[in-house]
């Protein structure tokens, strides 16, 4: 078809988080500050900023495969999280081509009082697909999980595995362009991760982009083909795999 | 696969771009209506999981109030039941609608936070969401609105294509209460006590349970009470009775008004909002 092929374009990029207190949530506490500062409303005053990205450039073309490096809080899920759309930068822009699949939180609309098959489809809204769509993979669906009849029951009564099962298989549901993943998300007992290795391998393969964020190094020279990193907000250069330790080193 | 393939997000630019990006919101949101009707679908779902009656039993506690109110005011008052009973039914049937869609909206978007932290789905969807859920209820009371119109008679001069209009007028307006509620209390958490307490204030104030003749002498009461609005124009003609042109003019008034300042604020706000959350 006539579509472009998918990528990933951020230039400039930063994102500024503006820090909420848990007392400033309070209207009683801002009535008050706007007093203080003698009416200067414009000013967000008091509103702390952390700056989560600063001057992210990338780029990433189908067949790219990018995996993330840094420490906690380095903006790994941040960055992953303003590439879904949720987060909106401050200064630059985002601009991605390409369905987009970001399966960063596997509980995501995940209700435990629904059955195995109402949260299948609840979470395959929400990822986009129509109704018609789910019901014609309900079935590749059902199977995949294992569920069997459980299917049909609360999802309350499920184990902990088995809630995995279903949430990784719903939300894999969808067929992406582009893969966002925080950290690579094989759940389950040994033979579900072997299946889920499988099903991974096969939505990256069908992605023409996949960015994974990862602490797991062997995990990344298996998936990824190039490799950044970020260390408080910064992103280095966007670097060949094989150069993997020397990014580390640095 | 029809849904949008390419997403551009870019920094602050001022205003213009500000109000295009949520007009642009708003018009997402329409393209995923269904969206919205499935998410509030499957809320209504879970709610009343397990019981028998589901929604009903609102439909069934609103029934038993609108006949205990009904019988009790009516002997108060000193007016037939024949007169009374629709009118309180229709009141409470359409006030809380009201008051759910207003309430609720405190938490449009709180209640969607893991939605909106990492996906690109409208704001928009969610504010739909809880009218959408506001309007199944509607459609489970409509039972006892059915009920008293046609064992009273009412059926044969009740205007429902006008009764219709009001129910747009007002939902049009209870939807950017919602939606407004929504964003503030996604930033303070106070809010939504705020707006309960003047939803229950303005339920009294509002000739709901009593009728709005008796209060002859004090008409702005009733006409610098938007609600009064908002309930007449779909009471009055499903009662047989004509709205006051004055009915609509301050409905359409609140509806423009109240829409573009709330527009305004979501265009300011509206890439804060996941931050508040």
């Known amino acids: 078809m006539s579509q472009p092929p998918a990528s990933i374009t951020c230039t400039d990029l930063t994102l500024r988080f503006p820090v909420y207190g848990v007392d400033a949530k309070s209207l009683k506490k801002a009535l008050a500050r706007v007093v203080a500062v003698g009416g200067q409303l414009g000013r967000h005053a008091g509103v702390t900023d952390v700056t989560a990205l600063q001057g992210v450039n990338l780029q990433l073309k189908a067949g790219d495969r990018l995996g993330l490096i840094g420490h906690n809080g380095s903006g790994k899920t941040t960055l992953l999280r303003a590439l879904s759309g949720a987060y909106e930068p401050d200064e630059g822009t985002i601009e991605v081509q390409g369905r987009i699949a970001a399966l960063l939180d596997l509980s995501l609309g995940i209700d435990a009082t629904a059955t195995g098959y109402e949260n299948i489809r609840l979470r395959g809204r929400i990822a986009g697909l129509s109704s018609r769509e789910i019901d014609e993979r309900m079935d590749e669906l059902a199977a995949f999980t294992g569920l069997g009849p459980f299917l049909a029951m609360p999802v309350k009564t499920y184990s902990a595995g088995m809630q995995a099962r279903l949430a990784f298989a719903a939300a894999t549901a969808v067929e992406a362009d582009v893969l966002l993943m925080d950290e690579w998300i094989a759940v389950g007992d040994a033979d579900f991760q072997k299946l889920a290795h499988k099903r991974l391998l096969k939505l990256v393969e069908r992605a023409g982009i996949l960015v994974l964020a990862s602490h797991e190094v062997s995990l990344l020279r298996l998936y990824c083909n190039k490799v950044m990193r970020l260390e408080g907000g910064v992103a280095s250069e966007v670097v060949d795999i094989r150069r993997l330790d020397e990014l580390m080193a640095a | 696969m029809d849904t949008a393939t390419h997403m551009l997000r870019t920094g602050q ?33 879970s709610r009343y999981r397990g ?28 007016i037939s039941l024949q007169n009374f009973l629709p009118y309180v039914a229709l009141g409470i049937v359409f006030f809380g609608v009201m008051t759910g869609t207003i309430n609720e909206g405190c938490e449009t978007f709180v209640q969607a936070a893991g939605m909106l932290s990492q996906t690109s789905l409208p704001m928009f969807t969610f504010v739909w969401r809880t009218l959408f859920r506001n309007l199944i209820y509607l459609a489970h009371h409509l039972v006892i609105v059915v009920a008293v119109l046609a064992y009273y008679g009412y059926w044969r001069t009740a205007d429902p294509l006008v009764a219709l209009l009001g129910i747009a007028l007002m939902l049009l307006n209870a939807s950017w209460v919602s939606m407004l509620a929504g964003i503030a209390s996604a930033r303070f958490r106070d809010i939504p006590q705020i707006v309960v307490s003047v939803m229950q204030f303005a339920i009294f104030m509002t000739p709901v349970f009593w009728p709005a003749d008796k209060f002859d002498g004090h008409r702005e009461v009733l006409d610098f009470n938007p609600f009064y609005h908002l309930l007449q124009a779909v009471r009055a003609p499903l009662l047989g009775q004509a709205v006051a042109p004055l009915s609509y003019v301050v409905l359409v008034t609140m509806a423009l008004v109240g829409w573009s300042f709330t527009f305004a604020i979501f265009a300011r706000t509206r890439r804060r909002i996941v931050h508040y959350l």
Do not use: C, E, K
């Open chain 2, 51 to 78: 019981s028998i009656l589901g929604p009903f039993w609102i439909t069934l506690s609103m029934g038993l109030m609108v006949l205990g109110i009904g019988v009790v005011y009516a002997n108060l008052f000193h």
């Open chain 2, 13 to 45: 630019r001022g205003a213009l771009s500000q109000l295009q990006l949520a007009f642009r919101d708003l018009r997402n949101s329409f393209q995923r209506i269904g969206l919205a009707w499935s998410l509030a679908t499957h809320d209504v779902g």
